[in-house]
């Protein structure tokens, strides 16, 4: 089983935590070429493309000026994302044996790195789908990602039983060719609801938080078998068989 997570847009160049190790993105050379066409932005540029406060857009700006300097040291991406997602995942106090699976059956959807794996070394970025950088191809990053990273992807998950736990949000699938992967193996996708007068709604922080929870739970308890998440169960979330399916598990709160 092949867990699926977003990235988060908040990110840090340094940590006090330790991973066992570092390793280099499958994409690196793709990545090198997208932070190279990013830095010919301007801060203001950066504002208008990336939607950013001028505080963001300068610091977005300075992060891809630096990309390539020998100063600014690569970080593992498992602790180099700090949003909502990674703080529930608190890979602080992971063991040994905690980091190494997880970079065994975890995966995150980059936009600037592709498919990364939690050890490999990221340095720190901002980006959005919707940037065109014509240099690299017509389309906006979904386009230049999609057929570069499915096939990759489909291979990473038979590499672990042909089963793909996404807890990624939905924005990441466009960046496939979804239906192939549905097509090559087999998806599981949950979803995470609070009841409000009477009715089951998808809150978006409370659905991060529930996802980081359920990829600590997996990779503490290392589990391979999906069945087990069934009686996955956090702050009220627990598993409603009448509303899920094969493919698509509901968490109710």
């Known amino acids: 089983m092949l867990i699926l997570l977003s990235p988060a847009k908040t990110m840090s160049g340094t940590s006090k935590t330790n991973a066992p190790a570092i390793t280099v993105p499958f994409f690196q050379n793709e990545a090198n070429e997208i932070a190279v066409n990013m830095a010919q932005f301007s801060i203001k540029e950066l504002e208008t493309k990336l939607k950013l406060s001028p505080k963001l857009a300068l610091e977005s700006f300075q992060r891809f000026q630096e990309f390539y300097s020998p100063d600014t040291p690569s970080l593992q991406a498992i602790l180099a994302y700090t949003g909502v997602v990674f703080k529930h995942i608190n890979p602080q106090d992971f063991q040994t044996e905690d980091f190494l699976f997880a970079q065994d059956h975890l995966r995150f959807v980059s936009i600037c790195y592709g498919v990364l794996r939690p050890f490999d070394g990221i340095k720190p970025y901002r980006m959005e789908y919707d940037i065109r950088l014509p240099e690299l191809g017509t389309g906006n990053m979904y386009a230049y990602w999609r057929e570069r990273q499915t096939t990759h992807l489909i291979e990473e998950v038979k590499k672990t039983g042909g089963i793909l736990f996404n807890l990624a949000s939905m924005d990441v699938q466009p960046a496939f060719d979804w239906k192939k992967v549905e097509e090559s193996v087999r998806v599981i996708t949950p979803d995470f609801k609070v009841v409000k007068n009477g009715k089951a709604k998808t809150v978006v922080i409370y659905a991060k938080m529930a ?13 391979i078998d999906p069945e087990q998440l069934k009686g996955f169960s956090w702050e009220g979330y627990h598993y409603m068989d009448e509303e899920s399916d094969e493919n698509h598990w509901t968490f109710l709160q």
């Open 211 to 223: 996802r980081g929870q359920m990829t600590r739970h997996i990779i503490k308890n290392k589990i």
